[in-house]
């Protein structure tokens, strides 16, 4: 079905031509004055000048064409040519209706038929979560929700950072503390243990302290880039080690994720794309894209037209390292053979924007991706704290997930808990809930590449810009939706809407009109704070309604209906749209 804004925009257009302004450029907004129109069109001033007439002439006679039109209750022309329109209320109980018949708002999607792979979350392993990665997994799960929901085949993968020198300077740790072990016997008489000699906690404390010593002390820094080295080289008794580092810091990664509700279906790392550099690197020599500079192997990605200095991408060390721009190369090459992607999205920090441009010229030169292949880089900044500084927890160190959680729950808790009779598993349901909604909606409801301050108290304040917000106003109507049921025993369908009979009535319904525009605009922008805005809004002109209206009360049984389907239908819409943005309504709050 065509948007309410296409209508418009057609029936415009057609009135522009029709008065003889065939190639008037025309276009409609919505208006920012609701109290004086709904929608604008301020193409008469262009068109006067392309015409030579005066922009008056063409706004009055094209707003008396509008005026025939069935879809208007009312046009005006006003100087210096402005069209304003107010629709017409059986218009918008119409095209409602219409919308609330679709299984989804945004019905038709965009069907796209290549293969999309997004890689967010990008933990490292063995290695603190930061706040950075936190932000990469909300705004990745709600970009993945979103390119699915658009019809998009999606696959989700977390792209663990697991081949770094974390790794050796943890092995290095551990033969500090455990010469003994086996894996450091040159000689290796006994067999390596099935149990990993270490915890989750041991590996908290280890990497930090080898972290810290490293760069202090250059023969210890040394020996955790040879065993780094040798690792990757496939040294059995430091895989090994591996092994178990992986296992332990998996497990705790997943349990980490699976608190946020951000999911993968694929758990890869950087590990994975290994087995392919060999050949990549002799594919890239041979094709003579890749030159040795100072020792190194670079590709010189430099186009004509760069505003900046764009330096050559390193593929390989004069060590023969490979590098993480290496292991993104590799693990272009292992999407496209294993997954046969065509549309790649990358969600990380925005300070990674030139090595994203690196592997981005270097994949294109080299051939690794078709010319219609989409790379995508979506940068995100920084969470800061209210110093400005980026974000730490109460004890000032390193973020720890649960922390950052645990902070919001209590502060929720004590929000919802104050005059609510919820208690027991649901209070816990709906604590939980809400903590991740003000979590979630705090950060998606920015422009992803602009810097935010985290501030508990805002985000999670009831009223206002916020999740918790969007959520109550979700909840409340499903109370009132749920009273009615419960006295009159049956639902009623969202597509029983009437017409609508007030100022704030018909917002409403013009609002809600908008969801599937606000949803591709989303869409193409992969912009989740698009969604964000719009959920508010539409919350805003609802809670008004709501507070000026009659529902349950109504004697009028035929107005009552009416206006719990458009309850309805306006609960599914946030329902929806939060759906997209990974946050969940409660049942009660
Ligand atoms: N592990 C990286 C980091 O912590 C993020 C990975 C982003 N994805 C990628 N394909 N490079 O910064």
Not at 82 to 96: A, C, G, R, S, T
Not at 153 to 169: I, K, N, S, T
Not at 260 to 273: H, Q
Not at 326 to 347: P, W
Request: glycine share 6%.
């Amino acid at each position: 079905m065509l948007y309410i804004s296409e209508i418009i925009t057609e029936s415009v257009s057609a009135a522009f031509s029709t008065c003889g302004y065939q190639d008037a450029d025309v276009s409609v907004k919505i208006s920012d004055r609701p109290d004086l129109c709904e929608y604008q069109c301020n193409s008469a001033l262009p068109a006067a000048k392309k015409y030579s007439v005066n922009p008056m002439e063409i706004a009055e006679a094209v707003a008396g064409k509008l005026r025939e039109e069935v879809i208007f209750e009312k046009v005006e022309a006003l100087k210096p040519g402005f069209i304003n329109m107010v629709m017409h209320p059986e218009f918008l109980k119409d095209h409602l209706k219409e919308l609330a018949a679709e299984s989804r708002l945004w019905a038709e999607g965009e069907k796209n038929p290549v293969k999309t792979v997004i890689d967010y979350g990008g933990a490292n392993v063995a290695k603190p979560l930061h706040v950075g990665h936190l932000r990469s997994a909300v705004i990745g799960e709600s970009l993945k929700r979103i390119l699915r929901y658009a019809g998009n085949e999606v696959v989700a993968d977390v792209h663990l950072g697991d081949w770094g020198l974390q790794m050796g300077l943890i092995i290095e740790q551990l033969r500090e503390e455990q010469p003994g072990l086996p894996y450091f016997d040159e000689n290796r008489t006994r067999p390596f243990p099935h149990e990993a000699p270490f915890t989750l906690e041991d590996l908290e404390r280890m990497y930090p302290k080898a972290s810290a010593r490293s760069k202090e002390d250059e023969g210890f820094l040394k020996a955790a880039q040879e065993t780094t080295l040798k690792l990757q080289e496939g040294y059995e008794p430091y895989r090994e080690i591996w092994k178990h580092i992986m296992e332990i810091s998996k497990k705790d990664l997943k349990r980490n994720y699976d608190a946020l509700g951000v999911t993968f279906d694929l758990w890869k790392g950087e590990s994975d794309a290994q087995p392919l550099i060999p050949d990549m690197i002799e594919d890239f020599k041979e094709q003579g894209i890749a030159n040795l500079s100072q020792g190194a192997l670079v590709i010189d990605v430099s186009e004509d037209g760069d505003t900046k200095e764009i330096p050559p991408c390193i593929i390989q060390k004069s060590d023969g390292a490979a590098l993480y721009a290496t292991s993104d190369l590799a693990t272009i090459i292992d999407r496209k053979n294993e997954l046969g992607a065509g549309d790649f999205v990358y969600v990380a920090d925005k300070r990674q924007e030139l090595h994203f441009t690196q592997v981005f010229r270097s994949a294109r030169k080299a051939g690794l991706v078709e010319d219609s292949d989409r790379l995508e880089f979506i940068g995100f900044g920084t969470m800061n704290g209210k110093d400005g500084k980026p974000f730490k927890t109460r004890a000032g160190g390193v973020m720890r997930l649960e922390h950052l959680i645990e902070d919001i729950r209590s502060a929720v808790y004590d929000k919802i808990t104050e005059g609510s009779d919820i208690s027991g598993e649901e209070l816990d349901d709906t604590t939980e809930k809400v903590a991740l909604a003000a979590l979630k909606y705090g950060d998606l409801s920015n422009q992803a590449s602009r810097d935010y301050i985290f501030d508990i108290d805002r985000f999670t304040a009831l009223e206002g810009n916020t999740g918790p917000y969007i959520l109550y106003t979700a909840v409340r109507l499903k109370s009132i939706l749920e009273k009615n049921t419960a006295a009159a025993g049956a639902d009623v369908s969202r597509t029983d809407l009437g017409t609508p009979l007030t100022f704030k009535e018909k917002q409403l319904f013009l609002k809600a009109a908008q969801a599937p525009a606000a949803l591709r605009e989303a869409y193409e922008k992969r912009a989740p704070h698009v969604i964000c805005r719009y959920v508010y809004e539409l919350s805003d002109i609802c809670n008004g309604f709501y507070h000026d209206t009659n529902i349950l009360s109504e004697s009028d049984e035929k107005l009552k209906c009416e206006r719990l389907a458009l309850i309805t239908f306006i609960k599914d819409i946030l329902v929806e749209c939060l759906d997209l943005l990974g946050i969940e309504v409660p049942e009660r709050m």
